[in-house]
Structure formats: structure tokens, C-alpha cells
């Protein structure tokens, strides 16, 4: 039976105990949940802690606003809403015969099957998933990349950083976890999932856990019987694909137009949780409202209270990275 290698925090009486964690949503449904999710923090501890990062990477620029007790909680304060300008004028001039944006596409040819870009102007990636497949290349370097390394830097608070919490009356774990919250029914966050995966992999720090919460197919009642198909078919490609990384094969993929690469030889995760929204058998199901408020509520209580302690003394002996950090201490 496996040991906790880390000492449970037990915060002092009059104190609030915080894991720190980043919160990295990919599409749509990213935004349902992560609204409530501050919403939960913020009603816990008067103002959501530095070290709680949050970002809704979309290719969609609509924001998403929950109401709790008489209180809005949006998502404007970190939604980055990624252009799709790129892609439109790649897409254009890729009709047109350019030989320049031809000769540039080049690097991007064994991984993006160009005969099936397809980009309209119209919010999201409307199912076209080699328009995505190529859309977060193109965004990546400038978009993506820096904001990762910003959010991840909020992980492990500086001594200065550790001072400011106790005065606000946080006691912070030695753990740390990340989460990627994307839906697996639609386009942004399947052609999304795979990269972010391996690139947080590649740049998190060596104690820090790798979650991952994927909305199956399922979970997407409210779309049309032809988005319900064709997103059984994306999930489908992307988690064989995914799981392929898992079992042994690597990602080495250029992601951006600068030669930026994410090259991966582990795994891409340390747990993937999939959600769909039935209970009791599939007798019941949950309307997308809430789902999104299940998962908020799970990701808070990790978060802030001993579930989270117990989960990842767990899930940490399973992670080779976080022993060793701990044993070099």
C-alpha cells in the first residue's frame, strides 16, 4: 500500500489551508465551470489566492457569467481569447496558390492534413478539426506559451510570497497540482488537450501533479444529433491518441512559427478523469449547469480542504518526479 511521502498540512486554528493549483481551461465548456469554480474560492476566502491561477484559452471571445448569491463571477479576468486571424489568412492565401505561406506550411506538413482546413467566419472552430489542428500552432509561441509560464510560476510561492499568505491567514501545502479542464465533444479542446498536456508536462515543476478533466461526448445533450456524432468521433481519435503518448509513444510536434517544439518521452499525465453527467447507471443524467458545478465543487474541496492532501499523497507516490523532488529535499 503506498505512503505519503509529504506530511499533511494541518493549518493552525484561525487559518485556511490552499494546494496551490493552476486551473488551465481549453474551450467552451472550461467556461461553465471555471466561473463557479471562483466563485466557490472567492466566497471561501474573501479573495481568490495568487496562487490559484486561472486561464480559458478559446478561440471563441464570448465570456461566461454565473450569478451566486446576488454576486456575478465572469470569466473576463482570464479568458484568453486566442485570435483566428491566423488561420483565416493562412486559409485564404492557401486557396490562393501563395507560395510563400505554401513554403512556410511546410514544417507543419506530416502533422496537419491541409486539404481539410477549413475556416469560416464564425466564433470557435465550428468542428473542423484540422482548422484546429492548425490554428493552435499558429497561436502558440505569442498566445499560449508565455501565459503558461506566467501561471506556473504562481505554483510555488517565493519566501516573500509564503510571508504575504500567512498574514492573510493561509497556510499553503507543499503540494501542488495542475489541472486542465477541456471539452472532448467539440474542437478546441480536443485539438488542444494534447499539446497543452505534454507542454505543462515538459515545463511543470518536478513536485507538481498533472491532472486532466475531459467532458466525453455525453456530457454535450444540448447540441444537435449532428455535433453529437461528429464529436463521438473526435473524442474517440483523441483519446486513442492520447492514451498511444501514455503507453510509450512520444510527441515531438512543432507548435508555433518561430520553431517552438513540445517534445514529450513520458507520460502525458498523471490522472485523467472523464466526466459525462449520468448517475445512477445512466438512469439520470445532469444538465450542463449542473455538471459544471459538480466539477467546480470537486475541484474546490481539492483545493481547499483535506481531500486534496489525501488524493495527491496518493497519486504522489505514483508520480516518480514528486518522490524524487522530495527525497533531494
Given at each position: 500500500m503506498p505512503h505519503n511521502d509529504f506530511a499533511p498540512v494541518i493549518p493552525p486554528e484561525g487559518t485556511l489551508r490552499v494546494m496551490p493549483s493552476a486551473y488551465i481551461g481549453l474551450g467552451g465548456y472550461a467556461k461553465a465551470v471555471f466561473p463557479r469554480l471562483d466563485a466557490h474560492f472567492q466566497q471561501h476566502y474573501g479573495v481568490r489566492p495568487d496562487c490559484l491561477p486561472m486561464s480559458i484559452f478559446d478561440f471563441d471571445e464570448a465570456q461566461a457569467e454565473v450569478t451566486v448569491d446576488g454576486q456575478g463571477f465572469s470569466t473576463q479576468p482570464y479568458l484568453r481569447a486566442l485570435p483566428k486571424k491566423p488561420l483565416l489568412d493562412f486559409a485564404?492565401?492557401?486557396?490562393?496558390?501563395?507560395?510563400?505561406?505554401?513554403?512556410?506550411?511546410?514544417?507543419?506538413?506530416?502533422?496537419?492534413?491541409?486539404?481539410?482546413?477549413?475556416?469560416?467566419?464564425?466564433?470557435?472552430?465550428?468542428?473542423?478539426?484540422?482548422?484546429?489542428?492548425?490554428?493552435?500552432?499558429?497561436?502558440?509561441?505569442?498566445?499560449?506559451?508565455?501565459?503558461?509560464?506566467?501561471?506556473?510560476?504562481?505554483?510555488?510561492?517565493?519566501?516573500?510570497a509564503q510571508g504575504q499568505l500567512e498574514r492573510q491567514g493561509l497556510v499553503a501545502s507543499p503540494r501542488s497540482a495542475i489541472w486542465v479542464i477541456a471539452g472532448g465533444g467539440s474542437t478546441t479542446g480536443p485539438t488542444g488537450l494534447i499539446p497543452m498536456l505534454c507542454e505543462l508536462k515538459s515545463l511543470k515543476p518536478p513536485q507538481t501533479n498533472l491532472f486532466a478533466v475531459v467532458f466525453t461526448p455525453a456530457a454535450y445533450r444540448d447540441k444537435t444529433t449532428h455535433h453529437q456524432v461528429k464529436g463521438r468521433a473526435i473524442f474517440r481519435a483523441t483519446l486513442t491518441q492520447l492514451l498511444?503518448?501514455?503507453?510509450?509513444?512520444?510527441?515531438?510536434?512543432?507548435?508555433?512559427?518561430?520553431?517552438?517544439?513540445?517534445?514529450?518521452?513520458?507520460?502525458?499525465?498523471?490522472?485523467?478523469?472523464?466526466?459525462?453527467?449520468?448517475?445512477?447507471?445512466?438512469?439520470?443524467?445532469?444538465?450542463?449547469?449542473?455538471?459544471?458545478?459538480l466539477v467546480a465543487l470537486f475541484l474546490y474541496q481539492v483545493a481547499v480542504g483535506p481531500i486534496g492532501e489525501r488524493l495527491l499523497g496518493l497519486i504522489g507516490n505514483l508520480n516518480p518526479d514528486a518522490q524524487e523532488a522530495h527525497h533531494a529535499d
Open positions: 485564404r492565401k492557401m486557396r490562393g496558390k501563395h507560395q510563400q505561406t505554401h513554403a512556410f506550411l511546410q514544417r507543419f506538413t506530416p502533422y496537419v492534413d491541409f486539404a481539410h482546413v477549413q475556416a469560416v467566419e464564425a466564433p470557435g472552430l465550428n468542428l473542423f478539426v484540422q482548422s484546429g489542428n492548425l490554428a493552435w500552432r499558429l497561436v502558440w509561441e505569442h498566445h499560449v506559451l508565455p501565459d503558461l509560464t506566467s501561471k506556473l510560476q504562481q505554483l510555488h510561492p517565493a519566501p516573500h498511444a503518448i501514455y503507453d510509450g509513444h512520444e510527441f515531438d510536434q512543432p507548435y508555433g512559427v518561430n520553431g517552438h517544439r513540445i517534445n514529450l518521452h513520458e507520460e502525458p499525465f498523471d490522472q485523467l478523469f472523464l466526466v459525462d453527467g449520468s448517475i445512477m447507471g445512466g438512469r439520470t443524467t445532469l444538465t450542463t449547469d449542473d455538471l459544471a458545478e
